[in-house]
């Protein structure tokens, strides 16, 4: 078993993650607090395979439906002409109201 902070393991991660390949259980800690556990995966299904097996019966027994289309979400905001209008309104009020 291996003891590393979070500082090291994130300069060290490949190497650290190799470790766990190999079988070796790494703790992971936080001013010498143990936060977290790295383990060699069992092969067994993790929970986000038992969640989306879970899912796909619920959807057969008719409780859920699934989503009919993949929405992306954008992190970029464009904006439009009306937003700088609307910005602009909002900033003069706001300035006339203090004069």
Do not use: C, F, W
């Amino acid at each position: 078993m291996i003891t590393v902070g979070i500082r090291n393991l994130k300069n060290s991660l490949s190497q650290y993650l190799n470790m766990v390949k190999a079988g070796e259980k790494v703790l992971i800690t936080d001013h010498n607090k143990i936060i977290a556990e790295l383990i060699p995966s069992s092969g067994t299904p993790s929970i986000s395979g038992l969640l989306k097996q879970y899912l796909e019966e619920q959807t057969l027994n008719g409780s859920i439906s699934k989503s009919t289309r993949r929405t992306k979400i954008s992190k970029e905001r464009k904006t439009s002409e009306y937003d700088n209008i609307a910005l602009n309104n909002i900033y003069n009020e706001t300035r006339n109201d203090r004069q």
